[in-house]
């Protein structure tokens, strides 16, 4: 069974910045993709950033690029999101997952991805 453990959340005042960590547990795998997608309350979970470890290329919403980075260790299956500028409506509840095998379908979507993690809150003060 793979878990995935994310950590680096917490309260910071608009502007500033905080490092997501996510880091699996369980049984040694590789993996296809990894992302992030995070749910604010009253609202559907949605895509933030992801990399395909395959040519290393990266994805990012429209609401983050430009502040936001995804990068990672693809031997370790392990991937970070470096915020910056956060804004209040950055404020969620953010979910890392990740993806075993070669899919047809973008990874922006989260229906993508096999495992997720349990999340951490990240809230950002006006």
């Known amino acids: 069974q793979v878990q995935l453990v994310e950590s680096g959340g917490g309260l910071v005042q608009a502007g500033g910045s905080l490092r997501l960590s996510c880091v699996p547990s369980g049984r040694t795998f590789s993996s296809y993709a990894m992302g992030w997608f995070r749910q604010a309350p009253g609202k559907e979970r949605e895509f933030v950033a992801a990399?395909?470890?395959?040519?290393?290329?990266?994805y990012y919403a429209d609401s983050v690029k430009g502040r936001f980075t995804i990068s990672g260790e693809n031997a370790k299956n392990t991937v970070y999101l470096q915020m910056n500028s956060l804004k209040p409506e950055d404020t969620a509840v953010y979910y890392c997952a990740l993806r075993t095998g070669w899919s047809s379908r973008p990874i922006v979507r989260s229906d993508v991805y096999e495992y997720w993690g349990q999340g951490t809150q990240v809230t950002v003060s006006s």
């Open positions: 990399i395909r470890w395959s040519g290393g290329n990266t």
